[in-house]
C-alpha cells in the first residue's frame, strides 16, 4: 500500500478529486446510486486520514465532507436551471447524511489513533533524551 505524505490542502484535493471522479463514474456505470457512491465514499475518507502528514491531522475530518459534497453534484440530479440543481444538490446532502456522518467519523477516528501514536512517540523520544539543563549546567565550570 503506498505511503504519501499529503498536506492538508494536498489531502483535501486528493478526496474531492476522487469523489467528484467517483461521482462521475457512479452515474456512468450505476445511473447515479447513492449507496455506491457513500459505499465509495468510506475508503476515499480512510485513504485521506491515513495518506495525509501528521502536522496537518486535523484538516482530513473537515475536508472529507467537502470532498462528499463536491463528488454528490453529479448524481444529484436536477431540472430547471441553477435552481433546480441547487436544490437537488442540497437535497441528496440532506437525504444522504448517513454516508456523510460515516465518513467524517471514519477520518475522524484514523486521525485520532494517528495523533495519540504521535504523541506517544514524542512523549518517548522525549524521555529517552537527556534532560538538557542538566547536560549544560554540568559542563560549566
Given at each position: 500500500m503506498p505511503h504519501p505524505r499529503l498536506t492538508g490542502l494536498g489531502g483535501g484535493l486528493f478526496a474531492a478529486a476522487s469523489m467528484l471522479a467517483v461521482?462521475?463514474?457512479?452515474?456512468?456505470?450505476?445511473g447515479g446510486s447513492p449507496f455506491v457512491y457513500g459505499l465509495l465514499f468510506l475508503p476515499v475518507s480512510a485513504a485521506t486520514a491515513l495518506w495525509v502528514r501528521g502536522?496537518?491531522?486535523?484538516?482530513?475530518?473537515?475536508?472529507?465532507?467537502?470532498?462528499?459534497?463536491?463528488?454528490v453534484v453529479p448524481i444529484a440530479g436536477g431540472e430547471g436551471g441553477f435552481g433546480g440543481h441547487a436544490m437537488a444538490l442540497v437535497t441528496a446532502l440532506?437525504?444522504?447524511?448517513?454516508?456523510?456522518?460515516?465518513?467524517?467519523?471514519?477520518?475522524?477516528?484514523?486521525?485520532?489513533?494517528?495523533?495519540?501514536r504521535l504523541m506517544g512517540r514524542r512523549q518517548r523520544a522525549a524521555a529517552a533524551a537527556p534532560p538538557r539543563a542538566a547536560a549544560t549546567a554540568q559542563r560549566r565550570p
Open positions: 461521482g462521475f463514474l457512479d452515474r456512468l456505470l450505476f502536522a496537518d491531522l486535523v484538516t482530513a475530518p473537515i475536508s472529507v465532507p467537502i470532498a462528499f459534497a463536491v463528488g440532506a437525504v444522504h447524511a448517513g454516508w456523510l456522518y460515516g465518513g467524517t467519523l471514519v477520518a475522524g477516528l484514523i486521525t485520532c489513533v494517528r495523533k495519540v
